[in-house]
C-alpha cells in the first residue's frame, strides 16, 4: 500500500545521506519530491532519475535553507512548479564539532543559522499556504543530541534542542489549521556526517547502542514515512528516537 499517494513534499538538504533516504521512501510511496541542497549539482540529477523512476514528479533546486530570503523564494519556486506542497522535512544539518573552550563564534554562528534557523526560514515561508489549504505535516530533524547533550557538540546540541522547542510550539500554534509538526531523533547513523568520525568513535558509539549497529537512512525515512502519513494523524507536537535504544 503505498502511503503518501498524490502528496507533494520539500525536502532540504536532500542531495545525499538522510535526506536522500526519505526522498527515495516517500517517492516510493507515491509521493511527488521537490529537494533542496546547497548545490544543484551531478548527485541532484542522479536523484532526480531514481526519485522519476517511481513514476513522480521530482526535481532538485539549489537553495542555503539558511538564508530566509532564499527559502522564501524556494518555497514560492515550488509552488510555481508543482502546485501544491503537503509535507515539509526540514533536514539540512552540519556539524562543527569542538570543546567549548575552541569554538569560535563563527562555528556557533554556522550551526545555529544551517540547523536552527533553516526550520525557522523554511516553516515561515510555507506556512501561508499550509493555512490556506488547511492542512500539512512538518516534519525536523532533531537529534538525540538534542535531548541529552553531548560534550564537544554544544553548538549542535543547543541547535538540536532549539528545534525541538520549536517543533511543540509550532504544533501548538497550527493544530487548529490541521497542520501537524513533530521531530524525528536520530542517534548514530551512517552517512557521510558520521563516516568524517574517527574510527575509534564511531566503534565507541556502535558499542553504546544496544542494538549493536549505526542506523541507516532508511531507518531514519521508515520513521519520516510514518509522520508524514496519515497513519500518524493523531500525532503531533511529538519527537520520535531514532537510535536503536541508545536513547530510552
Ligand atoms: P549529510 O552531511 O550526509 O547530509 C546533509 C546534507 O545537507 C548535505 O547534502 C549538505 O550539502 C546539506 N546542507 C548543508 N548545509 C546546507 C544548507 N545551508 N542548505 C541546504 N542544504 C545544506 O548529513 P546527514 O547525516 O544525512 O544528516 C541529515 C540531518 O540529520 C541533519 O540535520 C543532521 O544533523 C541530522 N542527524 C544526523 C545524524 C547522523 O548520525 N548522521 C544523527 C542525528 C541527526
Given amino acids: 500500500m503505498k502511503l503518501l499517494e498524490g502528496k507533494t513534499t520539500i525536502i532540504t538538504g536532500a542531495n545525499k545521506g538522510i535526506g536522500k533516504g526519505i526522498a527515495l521512501k516517500f517517492a516510493e510511496h507515491g509521493s511527488n519530491v521537490a529537494f533542496s541542497d546547497l548545490a544543484y549539482n551531478e548527485d541532484s540529477k542522479r536523484l532526480e532519475n531514481e526519485l522519476e523512476s517511481f513514476g513522480v514528479k521530482a526535481k532538485g533546486y539549489a537553495s542555503d535553507a539558511s538564508s530566509s530570503s532564499e527559502s522564501e523564494k524556494l518555497i514560492n519556486d515550488i509552488i510555481s512548479d508543482f502546485a501544491v506542497i503537503d509535507i515539509l522535512v526540514n533536514n539540512a544539518g552540519i556539524t562543527r564539532d569542538m570543546l567549548l573552550l575552541r569554538m569560535t563564534e563563527n562555528d556557533w554562528d554556522m550551526v545555529i543559522n544551517v540547523n536552527l534557523k533553516s526550520v525557522f526560514n523554511l516553516t515561515k515561508a510555507i506556512q501561508r499556504y499550509m493555512i490556506k489549504q488547511r492542512f500539512g505535516v512538518i516534519i525536523n530533524m532533531s ?28 504544533a501548538q500554534e497550527l493544530g487548529s489549521r490541521n497542520i501537524r509538526c513533530n521531530a524525528i531523533a536520530p542517534g548514530f547513523i551512517d552517512t557521510e556526517m558520521t563516516a568524517k568520525l574517527s574510527q575509534e568513535i564511531r566503534e565507541n558509539w556502535t558499542n553504546d ?35 536503536g535504544g541508545l536513547h530510552t
Fill in 209 to 243: 547502542v544496544p542494538l549493536k549497529r549505526p542506523g541507516t537512512p532508511e531507518d531514519v525515512a521508515n520513521v519520516a514515512l510514518f509522520l508524514a502519513s496519515d497513519l500518524s494523524s493523531y500525532v503531533n507536537g511529538q519527537v520520535i528516537s531514532v537510535c
Fill in 143 to 170: 537529534s538525540v543530541v538534542g535531548i541529552e547533550g553531548n560534550g564537544g557538540q554544544s553548538n549542535y546540541a543547543a541547535s538540536k534542542a532549539g528545534i525541538i522547542g520549536f517543533t511543540k510550539s509550532v
